[in-house]
């Protein structure tokens, strides 16, 4: 099982940025974003379940990030507008078999990280 993460950046304030996660191996019940700033723990972005038709976010990313999955291409994304520099981190995808949950503990597998900056 393997989860490649690609699509981060430097971007400026404003910006749009999409994400993508390729996963071989697998598909999973639960697919989600977390992130991790310098000096932070890790902290959760979103999560999808397997169909696609239940998202949950973080009120920090609610309205400006949106989760999707493609589960023909085993690829889940992450659209991101209105970037802030809060925003910046290293960007994670994870697969699991528990659904909404926001704990990295809950999840099986983890891609490699992509780092987003965004400049102000």
């Known amino acids: 099982v393997q989860l490649q993460a690609s699509g ?13 996660c390729a996963a071989s191996g697998r598909t999973f019940v639960s697919m989600g974003w977390f992130r991790q700033a310098p000096g932070k723990e890790r902290e959760f972005v979103a999560t999808i379940t397997r169909s696609g038709s239940s998202t949950y976010y973080a009120d920090s990313v609610k309205g400006r990030f949106t989760i999707s999955r493609d589960n023909a291409k085993n690829t889940l994304y992450l659209e991101m507008n209105s970037l802030k520099p809060e925003d910046t981190a290293v960007y994670y995808c994870a697969g699991g ?24």
Do not use: H, N, P
Not at 110 to 115: A, K, S, Y
């Open 8 to 20: 981060g950046g430097l971007v400026q304030a404003g910006d749009s940025l999409r994400l993508s």
């Open 97 to 120: 078999s528990l659904l909404f949950r926001t704990q990295a503990g809950d999840y099986e597998y983890w891609g490699q990280g992509t780092q987003v900056t965004v400049s102000s």
